[in-house]
T-cell receptor, first 113, second 112 residues
Framework: QKEVEQNSGPLSVPEGAIASLNCTYSDRVSQSFFWYRQYSGKSPELIMSIYSNGDKEDGRFTAQLNKASQYVSLLIRDSQPSDSATYLCAVNRARGNTGKLIFGQGTTLQVKP | SAVISQKPSRDICQRGTSLTIQCQVDSQVTMMFWYRQQPGQSLTLIATANQGSEATYESGFVIDKFPISRPNLTFSTLTVSNMSPEDSSIYLC?????????FGPGTRLLVL
């Protein structure tokens, strides 16, 4: 079993729809969770971090964490073609970011105009 | 924020040779890291580049294969030694600044 699992996709949504990206992790002691966006041929960039159960909203992005189910998700509202990218879920056993992240394989999102 | 540059951006190498990748950060950072992203795979941490001391390697990675230098707070190098086709990958430098992790553009390595 991989430590961090994501459906590789591609996930295809129409412009303006809500895109839902999911991630599960195997290590129960994990405390910090991150979503990165990676455009093709570019480096990953941080979108959201979440440390506590529940929802965290930032603009069109909402991260959701359920530690009991070992599940973290990212919702993108009003999806735009510019959101088309690979979204990487990353987990850290420590609180905050120590730099030692465990990444999932990434989900490719395609937003169609 | 931190801006990270890497050299070279890509290279094609023959098996048995070595390649050194350079990473430059535009800010002084305490923590620098090297990750690998193999085709269709997730990013995997190779090692933490410690300033003034030996790098700390993750399971499955050894110093003889991936020697790392960190001479100051803004610069690090990763050498991929005695390369084989299995080393073909994207190598990314990363830096942690104020709890945000930044990544370089990556070095695309193809070993023939």
């Amino acid at each position: 079993q991989k430590e961090v699992e994501q459906n590789s996709g591609p996930l295809s949504v129409p412009e303006g729809a809500i895109a839902s990206l999911n991630c599960t992790y195997s290590d129960r002691v994990s405390q910090s969770f991150f979503w990165y966006r990676q455009y093709s041929g570019k480096s990953p960039e941080l979108i959201m971090s979440i440390y506590s159960n529940g929802d965290k909203e930032d603009g069109r992005f909402t991260a959701q964490l359920n530690k009991a189910s070992q599940y973290v998700s990212l919702l993108i509202r009003d999806s735009q073609p510019s959101d088309s990218a690979t979204y990487l879920c990353a987990v850290n056993r420590a609180r905050g970011n120590t730099g030692k992240l465990i990444f999932g394989q990434g989900t490719t999102l395609q937003v169609k105009p | 924020s931190a801006v990270i540059s890497q050299k070279p951006s890509r290279d094609i190498c023959q098996r048995g040779t070595s390649l050194t990748i350079q990473c430059q950060v535009d800010s002084q950072v305490t923590m620098m890291f090297w990750y690998r992203q193999q085709p269709g795979q997730s990013l995997t941490l190779i090692a933490t580049a410690n300033q003034g001391s030996e790098a700390t390697y993750e399971s499955g990675f050894v110093i003889d294969k991936f020697p790392i230098s960190r001479p100051n707070l803004t610069f690090s190098t990763l050498t991929v030694s005695n390369m084989s086709p299995e080393d073909s990958s994207i190598y990314l430098c990363s830096a942690l600044l104020q709890e945000t992790q930044y990544f370089g553009p990556g070095t695309r390595l193809l070993v023939l």
